[in-house]
T-cell receptor
Framework: ETGVTQTPRHLVMGMTNKKSLKCEQH?????MYWYKQSAKKPLELMFV???????ENNSVPSRFSPECPNSSHLFLHLHTLQPEDSALYLC??????????????FGPGTRLTVT | GQQVMQIPQYQHVQEGEDFTTYCNSS?????IQWYKQRPGGHPVFLIQ?????EVKKQKRLTFQFGEAKKNSSLHITATQTTDVGTYFC????????????FGGGTRLMVKP
């Protein structure tokens, strides 16, 4: 499946580094999401963008900064992370309408390790 | 806020045995979705249920939505090794924002 792509697939970074995760969807969807998946919280919604506007921010620390330049691309900028931020970061997209929630298509994820 | 709980957290079965995972919401849901995540993979959409008491089947998988729209189940008949993975339910409560809330997942392991 290549509908939603994520780069890089693996990332190791120190606590003082700055890096960015990239997500691209080729499905023509209007909503994109960032999730964090770890052993403690299997699927934790971080951010939601609908028509390029951020609609959800689930109390995510400011060291995570999302950016959605257009409806096909989503970035997650990382800086001064903590070891507990090590996890699989999943991007997803969906086509949303008024009062409708459709299925989400997930990318393969970025496995992040903070040392 | 809205909570979606899944049980069991883990399940080991012998190949050929049946398997069921249960999903319970703290609030009444508008609809519920089910996803499967293979080991090392990403969640893949399986099905969406919308109506109270709805039952849908996909080959050996049977999905149910409770009458009160607060619970759901996924039943697999005669499991196969290809069924291995984590099954997530995700519920939507329109009164709690237009966002899906995922359950913790049930990890299924099948012994050949």
């Amino acid at each position: 499946e290549t509908g939603v792509t994520q780069t890089p697939r693996h990332l190791v970074m120190g606590m003082t580094n700055k890096k960015s995760l990239k997500c691209e969807q080729h499905l023509g969807h209007n909503a994109m999401y960032w999730y964090k998946q770890s052993a403690k919280k299997p699927l934790e919604l971080m951010f939601v963008y609908n028509f390029k506007e951020q609609t959800e921010n689930n109390s995510v620390p400011s060291r995570f900064s999302p950016e959605c330049p257009n409806s096909s691309h989503l970035f997650l900028h990382l800086h001064t992370l903590q070891p507990e931020d090590s996890a699989l970061y999943l991007c997803a997209s969906s086509q949303e309408g008024l009062g409708l929630v459709s299925e989400q298509y997930f990318g393969p994820g970025t496995r992040l390790t903070v040392t | 806020g809205q909570q979606v709980m899944q049980i069991p957290q883990y399940q080991h079965v012998q190949e050929g045995e049946d398997f069921t995972t249960y999903c319970n919401s703290s609030t009444t849901l508008s609809n519920i979705q089910w996803y499967k995540q293979r080991p090392g993979g990403h969640p893949v959409f399986l099905i969406q249920l919308v109506k109270s008491g709805e039952v849908k089947k996909q080959k050996r998988l049977t999905f149910q939505f409770g009458e009160a729209k607060k619970n759901s189940s996924l039943h697999i008949t005669a499991t196969q090794t290809t069924d291995v993975g984590t099954y997530f339910c995700a519920g939507l409560d329109n009164n709690a924002g237009n966002m899906l809330t995922f359950g913790g997942g049930t990890r299924l392991m099948v012994k050949p």
